[in-house]
């Protein structure tokens, strides 16, 4: 969705009005602790942070998000970086996720200021 400008986030663009990554972070950690039901549409997100904390704790997580988002690491790149390198696969559900949740936050800011 931003694959050419890079991810939307206020340290990319300086922009003080797009999400930061830390609320990005903040959202994951929460959908992580209180999954939504699978039968939503994007329920399959929670479920691969909630498993990921489970499996390498908050901390590994929350690099691998930053990676991804901030430092411009591709989600294997994170994945390796965060979890290590026979782990690597864990860091494209961490991404994907984290990219479906900056999409999350970009909407509600959207549709917020079009009220």
Same mark, same amino acid.
């Given at each position: 969705? #931003?694959?050419?400008?890079? #991810? %939307?986030?206020? $340290? =990319?663009?300086?922009? @003080?009005?797009? @999400?930061?990554?830390?609320?990005?972070? +903040?959202?994951?950690?929460?959908?992580?602790?209180?999954? %939504?039901?699978? $039968?939503?549409?994007?329920?399959? &997100?929670?479920?691969?942070?909630? +498993? !990921?904390?489970?499996?390498?704790?908050? +901390?590994?997580?929350? =690099?691998?998000?930053? &990676?991804?988002?901030? +430092?411009?690491?591709?989600h294997r790149m994170a994945g390796t970086a965060a979890f290590g390198e026979d782990d690597y696969a864990w860091g494209i559900?961490?991404?994907?996720? !984290?990219?479906? #949740?900056? %999409?999350?936050?970009? $909407?509600?800011?959207?549709?917020?200021?079009?009220?």
């Amino acid at each position: 969705m #931003y694959s050419d400008e890079g #991810y %939307r986030i206020r $340290e =990319n663009t300086g922009d @003080p009005s797009a @999400p930061s990554v830390d609320a990005v972070i +903040d959202l994951a950690l929460e959908r992580a602790a209180d999954p %939504r039901s699978t $039968e939503h549409p994007d329920g399959h &997100f929670d479920q691969y942070i909630s +498993d !990921a904390v489970e499996q390498f704790g908050e +901390d590994d997580v929350v =690099n691998c998000i930053r &990676f991804t988002l901030v +430092d411009g690491y591709t989600h294997r790149m994170a994945g390796t970086a965060a979890f290590g390198e026979d782990d690597y696969a864990w860091g494209i559900d961490v991404g994907v996720a !984290a990219i479906a #949740y900056l %999409r999350d936050l970009h $909407e509600q800011r959207e549709s917020g200021s079009d009220s």
